[in-house]
């Protein structure tokens, strides 16, 4: 079993639509935990991280569930500049300061 | 400015040649990473330092090497052992903190024919 794993992609929505991305991990013992956006052959950029208690960016809203181990990411209100790869990020499992990225999860937002 | 810089942006090797891939950073940071990311794919781990002279394995570290002589620099060496190494790799930095963000270099693209 990977380490993390992330909904398969595309997703391709309207501009306006809400979308939302999941992401498990497998180990109980990570500590932090984060959103990536990577434009087309570009480094990834942090996007937001995501805390226990929920957190709100504008249109994007993370979530954590320890007892179920993912996390997920709500994207309202989609816009063409939001198309983009999403990974998620999850550091301090298996090993301190080890940072484990998922798949990624390509998202298509159309006119 | 304070950044993490990868050079080449892309290279272009023989088989059968090693080649080393530079990481430099100026942002003050312990924690060191390389990735590698396939086309379509997601970032995969090779290797990771936390502090200058200590580094480990990541899940592909086979046919990879590393060095942490010093704070600001991690070369990674993709050697002849490494039977596909034609990739994007990635290099990032981040306080040694878990619950703080990694920067990243604008990667290196590596074509080996």
């Known amino acids: 079993r990977k380490e993390v794993e992330q909904d398969p992609g595309p997703f391709n929505v309207p501009e306006g639509a809400t979308v939302a991305f999941n992401c498990t991990y497998s180990?109980?013992?990570?500590?932090?935990f984060f959103w990536y956006r990577q434009d087309c052959r570009k480094e990834p950029k942090l996007l937001m991280s995501?805390?226990?208690s929920g957190n709100e960016d504008g249109r994007f809203t993370a979530q954590l569930n320890r007892a179920s181990q993912y996390i997920s990411l709500l994207i309202r209100d989609s816009k063409l500049s939001d198309s983009a790869t999403y990974l998620c990020?999850?550091?301090?499992?298996?090993?301190?300061?080890?940072?484990?990225f998922g798949a990624g999860t390509r998202l298509a937002v159309h006119p | 400015d304070g950044g993490i810089t990868q050079s080449p942006k892309y290279l272009f090797r023989k088989e059968g040649q090693n080649v080393t891939l530079s990481c430099e950073q100026n942002l003050n940071h312990d924690a060191m990473y390389w990735y590698r990311q396939d086309p379509g794919q997601g970032l995969r781990l090779i290797y990771y330092?936390?502090?200058?002279?200590?580094?480990q394995k990541g899940d592909i570290a086979e046919g990879y090497s590393v060095s942490r002589e010093k704070k600001e620099s991690f070369p990674l060496t993709v050697t002849s052992a490494q039977k596909n190494p034609t990739a994007f790799y990635l290099c990032a930095s981040k306080k040694t903190e878990t619950n703080t963000e990694a920067f990243f270099g604008q990667g290196t693209r590596l074509t080996v024919v």
């Open positions: 330092s936390q502090i200058v002279n200590d580094f």
């Open positions: 180990n109980s013992a990570s500590q932090s």
């Open positions: 995501v805390y226990s």
């Open positions: 990020a999850v550091n301090g499992g298996g090993g301190y300061n080890k940072l484990i």
